[in-house]
């Protein structure tokens, strides 16, 4: 869980994690030299399929943020109770609008 | 020197729901909503795309506070202030909006419903934009206006019981409510924008060709992508950071 947030992504033993995790990186926040090579690596290591879903994925996840965070939604009961240790640990509830 | 791409994006194989999808979603943008004409949805999408170049965003973004500066947003000049304002942070630092902020968006005269079904148009040009400079196209001309009206229609059963914005629970849903629950599903996302039903429809008929159905989600039993569940939960899950995104 906490490679998803941060890190490299290649010690979580995620088939192409490090590759993964940097063409989200460079998508949202690389110039255009960074994310043809993040491209090209993705493409050469994982196919064109992969890459388009790679590609699809980050799509859905840059959108669907604006849904909860514009909304002001809160977190499932189930949800927040399940995973209470896991954002404190992780420190996830500097993010909670909530508490703003 | 720039990198080439080694691929022609063009040739890429694109899952025929996906690209059914896709080109449906640009067709929305530039259809009647319910709040919005074609016409003011596309310049919703295209006050979302100059959003990126804003200074005033990009010293925001970068301030503690996004509350502590202040300015005029770079826009394009055919939207209300407030709308602006609105199109401008949800695209560019949605994470750290409140509802003290809304509250003072309602203030200056944008509606509930005017607001909910921008965040649905800002979410939809951010998916398909998002995609496709993902995939390595050019970023694509946003298409002409479709004529129509929009259909101002509120659902009776809409409360403001669960966010910042009055949605409406799938138990309140009226006939001639457009219903997105029976095919989406029922959790918090698919009730964020559901005072304006058909953005629920339009965004998550998109999103499941993007990411998976939501019964696939949890169904650890197949794989249904090119990525496995796990890759696809590592790449959400730093999008996600990255974006600030609690829920």
Not at chain 1, 41 to 70: I, Q
Not at chain 2, 14 to 28: A, P
Not at chain 2, 139 to 168: E, M
Request: charged share 25%; with cysteine; hydrophobic share 40%.
């Amino acid at each position: 869980m906490e490679a998803a947030l941060e890190g490299d992504g290649s010690q979580v033993g995620v088939p192409h994690g490090a590759l993964l995790v940097e063409f989200g990186e460079a998508m949202l926040g690389g110039d255009e030299d960074r994310r043809t090579q993040v491209r090209n690596a993705l493409y050469a290591a994982m196919g064109p399929a992969a890459l388009v879903d790679a590609a699809a994925t980050v799509a859905s996840f840059n959108a669907v943020v604006k849904l909860a965070d514009g909304s002001g939604i809160p977190l499932e009961e189930f949800k927040a109770q399940g995973t209470a240790d896991l954002r404190a640990e992780l420190g996830l509830e500097k993010l909670n609008r909530d508490t703003r | 020197m720039g990198q080439a791409l080694l691929f022609d994006p063009a040739a890429l194989e694109i899952r025929e729901g996906l690209r059914r999808e896709c080109g449906l979603g640009w067709e929305r943008l530039a259809s009647a909503g319910t709040w919005w004409t074609g016409e003011q949805r596309l310049a919703l999408a295209a006050e979302a795309r100059a959003a990126h170049a804003c200074s005033l965003c990009q010293r925001r973004k970068a301030a503690l506070s996004p509350y502590a500066e202040n300015g005029r947003h770079d826009g394009l000049g055919t939207l209300p202030a407030a709308v602006v304002e609105i199109v401008h942070r949800l695209t560019t630092d949605a994470g750290r909006l409140t509802k003290k902020w809304l509250q003072s968006m309602l203030d200056a005269g944008v509606t509930e419903e005017q607001y909910v079904e921008a965040i649905g148009v800002v979410a939809l040009i951010t998916a398909l934009d998002t995609f496709d400079l993902s995939l390595g196209f050019p970023q694509r001309a946003l298409p002409a206006p479709r004529p129509g009206t929009p259909t101002r229609h509120r659902p009776a059963g809409a409360k403001r019981d669960l966010a910042w914005v009055s949605t409406v629970a799938p138990e309140d849903l009226s006939p001639g409510d457009p219903d997105p629950y029976r095919i989406h599903g029922v959790k918090n996302i698919h009730r964020a924008l559901s005072l304006v039903p058909q953005e629920v429809l339009n965004f998550f008929d998109l999103d499941v060709e993007l990411y998976l159905k939501d019964h696939e989600i949890r169904d650890f039993t197949q794989e249904f992508r090119a990525l496995s569940h796990i890759q696809m939960e590592l790449l959400a899950g730093r999008v996600s950071a990255l974006n600030g995104c609690y829920y």
